[in-house]
């Protein structure tokens, strides 16, 4: 049997309708920005794999990296243990990220990066804590723990979080979410700012100030509700709202860290600075699965206690597999080079050169809402609706695919998120791709 005939007997992929499902292509090596196939067709991944692929694919000095502390320690449990790339990814990341982060806490993707993030918050208050001055504020009565009224979490219409359950329960009620809306937890659900809602959006914070526990997004690019941009400015204005009101804020940035707004993190943009922060996809160079959950002292504090049924009762089996962290370590090195950079710095300029181009396009009528924010270009084909359902996805595949050029639109969403490694001529190659198939779909 072929690699495809096997696979279809055995494997349920993700994200997939089963009935009458596409073959997948069987890919047998990747190296750079290229998918080998078994046929030895290529193919430029221009979405880096999900999202996650920094560097490009099988980076020799990521898997010499790998290859070295598979010989020395592959995986301990990390209750009562610790080891060597735990704790130095621990150091080396929080001076990096947008605040003044105190503690790391590890889990392995970035779904459960932002369910840590969720239970931290909810059981920050719980524990019976304040975030204006991180003393007790809450008297514990009858020797059981202390409770808030702060039970509630904040989060954006459109927003897409994970798929766990906590995750879900903060995402918006889409296809993603549709068989389990019964057992999601009630949220205040908000659309993103704009000029003629900030207003709206502030009192709706205000109104339930005192019953909001945190509040949950994804900075300037909501990624899976369709690559969506809004504005810093006006999020500055939400946020210092929020914190106003005393609201935990969690930056969601497991797809918009490592550079790929342009900036390091997307919080950076931003003057309000988020209290817990998840990362994933891009952490380890898109590797191996790790999340990261960062949180300021003040939170860390209300689980520093004599009651141990204040402690944060949550873990992993993997919680920092030391290969992982040692890959995101070496992803570190490589994003700190200065070529990286200024690549990233590269691939911002030539998207808004591309956009700019699509912009006065004879396809206009075809195509719309153009958006680029740092290495993320996307825009709308305007073709049926608006969702993540319109078949236009396939079809875009394919013919990319045809080209040798891999993208995975969401819905209508056609977008590009390439490795940092691209090439000038692989990168004109995806645009073109990109150009000839907006303009096929216009004739």
Known sequence: MTLQERDYQVIWHPFTQQKNR????????????????????????????????????AHPYIAEKLYQQALQLEQVIFAGFTHEPAVALAEQLLPLLPNQFAKIFYSDNGSTSTEVALKMALQFWWNGRSIDDGQQSIVKTNQQPATSNRTKILAFNNAYHGDTFGAMSVSDRSVFTLAFHDKLFEVVFIDTPT???????????????????AFIYEPLV?????????????????????????????????????????????????????????????????????????CTDAIYQAFVNDDKL??????????????ACTTALASLELLAQNNCLQTVEWITEQNQLFAAKLTTHDVQRTIKNIRVLGTILAFEIANGKDEYLNNIATIVTQKAMAQGVYIRPLGNTVYIMPPYCISADELQKVYDVVENIVVEIAH
Request: net charge neutral; hydrophobic share 40%; aromatic share 8%.
């Open 195 to 213: 000029a003629d809602n900030i207003d709206t959006l502030i009192a709706t914070v205000n109104q339930h100030n005192t019953a909001i526990a």
């Open 22 to 57: 596409q073959a997948p292509v069987p890919i047998v090596k990747g190296k750079g920005t290229l998918l080998f196939d078994e046929n030895g067709s290529t193919y430029i991944d221009a979405i880096s794999s999900w999202w996650v692929t920094l560097h490009g694919h």
């Open 310 to 323: 204040k402690t944060f009762f949550h873990g992993h089996s993997f919680t920092a597999n030391p290969l």
């Open 222 to 294: 909501q990624g899976a509700g369709g690559i969506k941009m809004y504005d810093a400015a006006l999020m500055d204005r939400l946020l210092a709202a929020v914190k106003q009101q005393c609201i935990i804020c969690i930056a969601d940035e497991v797809m918009t860290g490592f550079g790929r707004t342009g900036k390091l993190f997307a919080s950076e943009y931003l003057t309000h600075k988020p209290d817990i922060i998840c990362l994933s996809k891009g952490l380890t160079g898109g590797t191996m699965a790790l999340g990261v959950t960062a």
